[in-house]
């Protein structure tokens, strides 16, 4: 939104016709409004598949409903079309809070994992492992959800995702009803993967997941995952087999260049036309 105000803000209604020649290219560098987490040169996970192990023994809710939210959450994020990668529930486990948030790709421990802290609080402000620093402000009264993504030289290839189930605690997951669940587990999965926080609260990755009420992804939430995890089409010896089918009985097909050509002319048509309405409304302002 701030972009396209940007690019509107300062136009005078004279130069309007002639600015909408040019909102294509305005509109254009709205794109890509997701952000990558940790850093803006994290790559996503090697491979096109993500298995989630589960610890679901302190979560204050019952093992089924943890898994039937896991499962949608899953399920969101592989119906991006254009993502190569697929994510799985994997099987339950027994790691600790504490075991998990002391891991890394190295240590044995599965290497996505989703599980519960009921003493959420004293974990984060403590810090409890090397990989965390204490943090003496945190609180778990209004946070359901945290992900310590751990990646390696930039690779994302470990990551923790702790719920809150502490006692007490407004935010805790056994308060929230069955969408926000999906949505605050959807949200943490989206870091897991790579991704940051967005401002626009359209956004899943919107940096207050609990604000949405809809389990749904946004076209930047979409965008994001694509361009993490690019399906790799005929991979292998990087062939395209592109070509424009001629159409039978015909005298050629109109192929992509003429296309283009056709645009640019009418392009350049809008453009005269915008040109010549601004000079005749200054002649007018003028007398
Ligand atoms: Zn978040």
Redesign the pocket.
């Given at each position: 939104m701030s972009v396209v105000k940007r690019c509107f803000g300062k136009a005078g209604w004279a130069s309007a016709f002639g600015l909408w020649v040019g909102a294509g290219l305005c509109f254009s560098s709205v794109a890509h409004a997701f952000t990558l987490s940790y850093s803006s040169a994290l790559q996503g996970w090697q491979g096109n598949t993500l298995s989630f192990a589960v610890n679901s023994s302190q979560c204050g809710i019952s093992q089924a409903a943890l898994y039937s939210a896991i499962d949608d959450a899953i399920a969101l994020w592989n119906r991006v079309p254009n993502s190569r990668i697929r994510l799985s529930r994997g099987p339950e486990v027994t790691t600790t809070v504490a075991q998990a948030l002391a891991g890394n790709a190295a240590s044995g421990l599965p290497t996505t994992l989703i599980l519960c802290d009921p003493n959420m609080q004293a974990t984060f402000q403590a810090g409890v492992s090397p990989n965390l620093d204490p943090d003496p402000s945190f609180t778990s009264n209004n946070i359901p959800g945290v992900t310590l993504p751990l990646p390696t030289d930039l690779t994302m290839d470990y990551a923790v995702l702790v719920l809150n189930s502490e006692s007490g605690k407004s935010a805790r997951i056994s308060n929230l009803d069955s969408t926000v669940l999906r949505v605050v587990i959807a949200?943490?999965i989206g870091?897991v993967l790579g991704l940051g926080?967005t401002q626009d609260i359209a956004n899943l990755m919107y940096?207050d997941?609990s604000e949405r009420a809809k389990l749904s992804l946004s076209q930047d939430d979409m965008d994001g995952i694509a361009y993490l995890y690019p399906r790799t089409e005929l991979a292998g010896n990087g062939l395209y087999g592109c070509g424009t089918v001629q159409r039978s009985g015909g005298t050629g097909g109109r192929g992509p260049g003429a296309r283009a050509a056709a645009e640019i002319l009418i392009w350049l048509g809008v453009a005269w036309l915008g040109a010549r309405a601004v000079r005749k409304f200054s002649k007018w302002r003028i007398a």
């Open positions: 949200h943490e870091h926080h940096f997941a």
